[in-house]
């Protein structure tokens, strides 16, 4: 895989695909991790002289424009962290877009508007993701795939883009992939993973070639649900997809058979909702009232969680223990970032969530081996799958 370091750009319009995803608050950015982690290719880029266009998308606005997934924010605060102006087009293609690369300086940087604005940004049909293609690949000279968290999507910016022009890799690829292959060749063991998280559905799935990899599965979040259902528990109004009982079972027949422990939380914060006046208690994993929710897992549970990644060489993390973003319901995510930064371990943490989470509770990034910016994208690497955004890069 070529780096940006092989590719010549002085003078050249280079069309940089970065994922600047990052959840917004009333208009402003709640977490910058992204946009930093993009800041070492950007800075790299206008210091060589090229003429840099940013595009990302942000959130899923349904391939029309939507004022309220506008990146507009996020090019204010990437200009203040680059320390030079990002100028902003308020469409993504188009003559008006055009008219702004033309005029774009050599070491200068403007973005273009949310990608998903365009349907065909995200669509089924190859044809149509290479018209759109097409009009970005024609804004540029050369283009540079930086969107690690985006790499898992075969879409028009993320694939087809780089069928058209000369391309590489940027640095935050490259930092992931290194990374992440720790965790795919000559792993040391011992390899513990540690789930969780709410977005239960979109992880699941990747359960079944996690327990042939590791050799102990943690799991807390709205996670461990299924699987205590399966189990013959209650577990009250706790967040829960049916579906995935059956799914649960399977895989705590596998993991039996395949030796790899998964261990789910002793006991349980519940509450009534979601809120932080909420009074709330600590109930064993068998008690969960019918009418309380598990919003975190329970101490006990944490510190058992802490003793295990304290005994591993390896860590992969994806998906904070409870709701993390209430004070009362963060201490079981606080341990486990506690315990990662305590071990002697490689430690790897994986999901946008996760990576927001560890910055809120005030843990340095520097005290984890590698804080990673994909969540989808690196469950997917872990599990062997091709991302065909990396594919594209490799391929020639
Ligand atoms: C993410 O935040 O997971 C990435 O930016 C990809 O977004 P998506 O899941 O909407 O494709
Ligand atoms: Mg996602």
């Known amino acids: 895989m070529k780096t940006i370091d092989d590719l010549q750009v002085a003078g050249l319009r280079v069309l940089v695909r970065v994922d600047l995803n990052v959840p917004l608050d009333g208009g402003r950015v709640a977490d910058d991790g992204r946009i930093r982690a993009s800041l070492p290719t950007l800075t790299a880029l206008t210091n060589r002289g090229a003429r840099v266009i940013v595009c990302s998308h942000l959130g899923r606005p349904g391939g029309k424009p939507d004022s309220r997934y506008s990146l507009a924010p996020v090019a204010a605060r990437l200009g203040q962290l680059l320390g030079k102006p990002v100028e902003f087009t308020a469409e993504t293609v188009g003559p008006s877009v055009r008219a702004a690369v033309e005029a774009l300086r050599p070491g200068s940087v403007i973005m273009l508007e949310n990608l998903r604005f365009t349907a065909a940004e995200t669509s089924k049909d190859d044809a149509q993701r290479g018209l759109f293609a097409d009009q970005l690949a024609g804004l540029a000279d050369v283009y540079v795939a930086d969107g690690f968290g985006a790499m898992h999507r075969k879409h028009a910016s993320v694939y087809d883009v780089a069928l058209r022009l000369p391309h590489a890799a ?227």
């Open 170 to 396: 940027g640095y935050l690829v490259a930092a992931e992939v290194a990374a992440l292959t720790r965790l795919t060749a000559n792993i040391r063991r011992p390899y513990v993973v540690v789930l969780g998280g709410a977005k239960v559905a979109d992880k699941f799935e990747a359960i079944g070639s996690l327990i042939d990899a590791a050799d102990w599965i943690l799991v807390g979040g709205a996670m461990a649900f299924p699987f205590l259902v399966a189990q013959g528990h209650k577990v009250g109004t706790s967040l829960l997809e049916p579906d995935q009982i059956e799914l649960a079972r399977r895989y705590l027949d596998q993991a039996a058979h395949a030796g790899t422990p998964i261990v789910l939380p002793s006991d349980f914060i519940v509450a009534a909702r979601p809120a932080a006046d909420t009074p709330r208690e600590i109930v064993t994993a068998d008690k969960i009232p019918a009418d309380r929710m598990g919003l975190d897992i329970g101490p006990e549970s944490a510190t058992s969680f802490a003793i295990r990644i304290l005994q591993a060489s390896t860590v992969f993390w994806n998906g904070p223990m409870g709701v993390f973003e209430l004070a009362p319901f963060a201490s079981g995510t606080r341990t486990v970032a506690k315990a990662l930064t305590g071990s002697e371990a490689f430690t790897f943490i994986g999901g946008g969530d996760t990576g927001a989470a560890i910055r809120a509770l005030g843990f340095a990034e520097s005290a984890f081996g590698h804080v990673s910016t994909g969540g989808g994208a690196s469950l997917e690497f872990v599990q062997g799958k091709i991302l065909p955004g990396l594919a594209v890069l490799e391929d020639q």
